[in-house]
């Protein structure tokens, strides 16, 4: 495996994935949490927001295409076409964003990137003065040991990734059929285990997972199998305890500083969850590769995280941050890409959700726009069915 073209799909899985997130994230106030000590937390979230995006973008391509009968030649340049627009779209928002919050006298890179030592230890008047009695160093030093720990057991997790590449019966499918796409061979037309003629597999042709590991091996110059093997789990394992991350910073609340506790939970329900063959976490630490892994550990809790959010703001009578409504679409159609399940696994709550807030809060505009970011789950859902 050559050294130059792992460093060029490690970077085409991370910095492209940021540069193409950051014009959504960095020129506004913070998704989903305070304004301070954001700059770690920009990352994960343009991380993962470029990532979904190169992700929608790329399944109506390569369903087209798979369509069409296409080869990876007519795949390479639509989706190039595709993943320029998006990355100028979003360096273009962060130039502007910068500029406009620059002549309104904000940091420029941003409020909340620095921490405000006077403001920092004001209270709200609705407050109640809280009393000093912090346990106060011996507690700190206790978040730091386990933030520490959590650090070390990703790490491991990563390393291990790497060097203890899992082999499962799926490969002899979807690596496969990475491999054979890459190759040149018509998308789908080909059964991986035998080789022999199909006419067009669009059971599996309409989740093209596999297609997005072709790309980016052809793109690269690596070898499917090992980028399938060795170099996407790792980044995705990191990219997922990123989201977690972010989902624990929201749901913590005030209680931000127990984010290591938190972290620290996690990483030991996916160290000691293998304990049957199909849970989630053995799919997490095995098969992230997968477009299923992928979808049990980053699709659906991003879906979780995406709804918490509006609801929260619909229950707190604050305005819906459109982001939000954006990350629903493009987490939507992500789970069409990674899975033919996924039309159904990530509509149905999301429409869940749109029907209750709308009772609940009884604010029915907000149902249109959630409802609108299941259609494509429902174009991919009746394209199976019919073909």
């Not at 920092?120 to 206790?142: C, F, H, W, Y």
Request: proline fraction near 4%; include cysteine; hydrophobic fraction near 55%.
């Amino acid at each position: 495996m050559n050294f130059l073209n792992t460093c060029a799909a490690l970077l085409m899985l991370t910095l492209l994935p940021i540069v193409a997130g950051m014009g959504f994230i960095v020129p506004f106030k913070s998704l989903g949490g305070e304004e301070k000590k954001r700059i770690f937390f920009d990352i994960i979230w343009s991380w993962f927001f470029g990532q979904l995006l190169l992700w929608c973008i790329f399944q109506p391509i390569a369903v087209r295409l798979v369509l069409k009968s296409e080869r990876i030649q007519a795949l390479r340049k639509e989706y190039l076409v595709g993943v320029g627009i998006v990355v100028l779209v979003s360096v273009v928002l962060c130039v502007v964003g910068m500029i406009l919050n620059k002549k309104r006298g904000e940091d420029a890179l941003y409020k909340g990137w620095r921490i405000n030592s006077e403001s920092e230890g004001t209270l709200a008047s609705s407050e109640k003065p809280a009393q000093v009695v912090d346990i106060g160093g011996r507690n700190e030093k206790m978040l730091r040991v386990i933030a520490i720990v959590v650090v070390a057991l990703i790490v491991i997790q990563a390393f291990l990734q790497v060097f203890l590449a899992y082999m499962e019966v799926d490969d002899a499918f979807y690596v496969t059929e990475a491999v054979s796409s890459a190759a040149g061979v018509p998308f789908y037309e080909r059964i991986p285990y035998t080789g022999a003629y199909t006419g067009g597999d669009f059971r599996h042709g309409l989740a093209p997972f596999p297609l997005w590991l072709a790309f980016i091996s052809v793109f690269t110059g690596l070898n499917a199998t090992s980028l399938s093997h060795v170099v996407l789990p790792p980044v995705h394992l990191l990219l997922t305890y990123g989201e977690f991350a972010l989902i624990g910073r929201t749901i913590l609340g005030k209680n931000k500083k127990y984010l290591p506790v938190f972290m620290l939970l996690i990483c030991f329900l996916n160290l000691f969850g293998f304990t049957s063959y199909m849970t989630p976490e053995k799919f997490f630490m095995t098969r992230i590769r997968e477009g299923k892994a992928t979808i049990a550990s980053m699709i659906l809790p991003g879906l979780i995280l995406a709804l918490f959010l509006i609801l929260k703001s619909l229950g707190e009578n604050k305005k819906i941050d459109f982001r939000l409504y954006i990350l629903l679409f493009t987490l939507n159609v992500s789970g069409c890409l990674c899975s033919t399940l996924g039309a159904l696994l990530c509509a149905v709550p999301v429409f869940i959700c749109a029907v209750l807030g709308a009772i609940m809060f009884k604010k029915i505009r907000h149902f249109l726009p959630m409802a609108i970011s299941c259609v494509p789950c429902a174009v991919f859902a009746f394209m199976y069915l019919k073909l």
